[in-house]
């Protein structure tokens, strides 16, 4: 009686394919260090179901839009009246930014499963920060009403300064927890790589603040740091998500040089 055949395994899916297809342009490989730590932390994703991650995403963003809406109250009837908006405006970043963080460690510690790698950590950030800037200019508008065309350009650019920022800190939020698995102390587990995640994020806000500010008239710092800031901003983004950005495959993880080993062949069978 003849053996059976025994088909040899598929080959591998080579990483590469996972950055086929959306925008993503060349790879990049400027925090290779930084993202190989990263990759050490990363575990598979262990969701119930597959809509599981949308509902987690989407009650980030509808927390955030009341945040987003309170923070302007605050600066605006707050510091804004009694300080002046030179100070106002240093202390929107400053206020925006310590909200942001602490809110989003509160958010990921109870909904724990929804940063299992950096990309969850990042699109937990921009979703939140997506809502606290809707929030946030909804008020706004409400307040002083529509003034064009400085209105419509801070509409278009919503989706890109304050989700950016917080996608750092996401990711900053995703290596917190995992190291906090791993170390006994919150101090610890929050040194190092997390800090430097969050001073991204505060970096980032705190440009656009200081450009307005030494701008005459205001609107054209904000332009001149959207034009400036957020190219920049984006591709340090780009590179420590792994080099690229594809809007396909975004939550999809890429292998990273000495951390994540090849796959190997099946063994064959037994004779």
Same mark, same amino acid.
């Given at each position: 009686?003849s053996?059976p055949f025994y088909?040899?395994?598929?080959p591998?899916?080579p990483a590469?394919?996972?950055?086929?297809?959306?925008?993503?342009?060349?790879?990049?490989?400027?925090?290779?260090g930084?993202?190989?730590a990263l990759?050490?932390?990363?575990?598979s994703?262990?969701?119930k179901?597959?809509a599981e991650?949308?509902?987690?995403f989407?009650?980030? &963003?509808? =927390?955030?839009?009341?945040l %987003?809406?309170?923070? @302007?109250?605050v600066?605006v009837y /707050? $510091?804004?009246?009694?300080?002046g908006?030179?100070?106002?405006t240093?202390l929107n970043?400053f206020l925006?930014?310590?909200l942001?963080?602490?809110?989003?460690i509160?958010?990921?510690v109870?909904?724990w499963?929804?940063a299992?790698?950096?990309r969850?950590?990042?699109?937990?950030?921009l979703? &939140?920060? =997506?809502?606290?800037a809707? %929030?946030?200019?909804? @008020?706004?508008v409400s307040?002083? /009403? $529509?003034?064009?065309?400085?209105s419509?350009l801070?509409l278009?650019?919503?989706?890109?300064?304050?989700p950016v920022a917080?996608?750092?800190e996401g990711?900053?939020?995703?290596v917190l927890?995992?190291?906090r698995?791993?170390l006994s102390s919150f101090?610890?587990a929050?040194?190092g790589?997390?800090?430097?995640?969050?001073f991204f994020?505060?970096?980032?806000?705190?440009?656009?603040a200081l450009i307005s500010?030494?701008?005459v008239?205001?609107e054209a710092g904000?332009?001149?740091?959207?034009?400036?800031l957020?190219?920049i901003?984006a591709i340090i983004?780009?590179d420590?998500?792994?080099?690229?950005?594809?809007f396909?495959?975004?939550?999809?993880?890429?292998p990273e040089?000495?951390?994540t080993?090849?796959?190997?062949?099946?063994?064959?069978p037994?004779?």
């Amino acid at each position: 009686m003849s053996e059976p055949f025994y088909p040899p395994p598929p080959p591998p899916t080579p990483a590469s394919d996972v950055s086929k297809g959306g925008l993503h342009g060349p790879k990049t490989n400027f925090f290779l260090g930084i993202r190989r730590a990263l990759t050490a932390l990363e575990t598979s994703p262990d969701f119930k179901t597959q809509a599981e991650p949308k509902r987690l995403f989407l009650v980030a &963003f509808l =927390l955030s839009l009341p945040l %987003g809406a309170a923070l @302007l109250g605050v600066v605006v009837y /707050g $510091i804004a009246v009694t300080a002046g908006s030179d100070t106002a405006t240093i202390l929107n970043g400053f206020l925006t930014c310590l909200l942001f963080e602490s809110v989003l460690i509160l958010l990921a510690v109870l909904l724990w499963r929804l940063a299992p790698n950096r990309r969850y950590g990042a699109a937990l950030g921009l979703l &939140f920060g =997506l809502g606290f800037a809707v %929030g946030y200019e909804i @008020l706004f508008v409400s307040i002083y /009403g $529509i003034r064009l065309p400085w209105s419509v350009l801070k509409l278009l650019t919503i989706p890109f300064i304050q989700p950016v920022a917080a996608a750092f800190e996401g990711i900053g939020v995703f290596v917190l927890l995992a190291r906090r698995r791993q170390l006994s102390s919150f101090t610890q587990a929050l040194l190092g790589l997390p800090l430097l995640f969050f001073f991204f994020g505060f970096i980032h806000r705190m440009s656009y603040a200081l450009i307005s500010l030494n701008a005459v008239p205001a609107e054209a710092g904000y332009i001149i740091g959207y034009l400036i800031l957020f190219p920049i901003f984006a591709i340090i983004l780009r590179d420590l998500l792994g080099g690229h950005f594809n809007f396909q495959h975004f939550l999809d993880p890429l292998p990273e040089p000495d951390i994540t080993p090849e796959m190997q062949p099946a063994p064959p069978p037994p004779p």
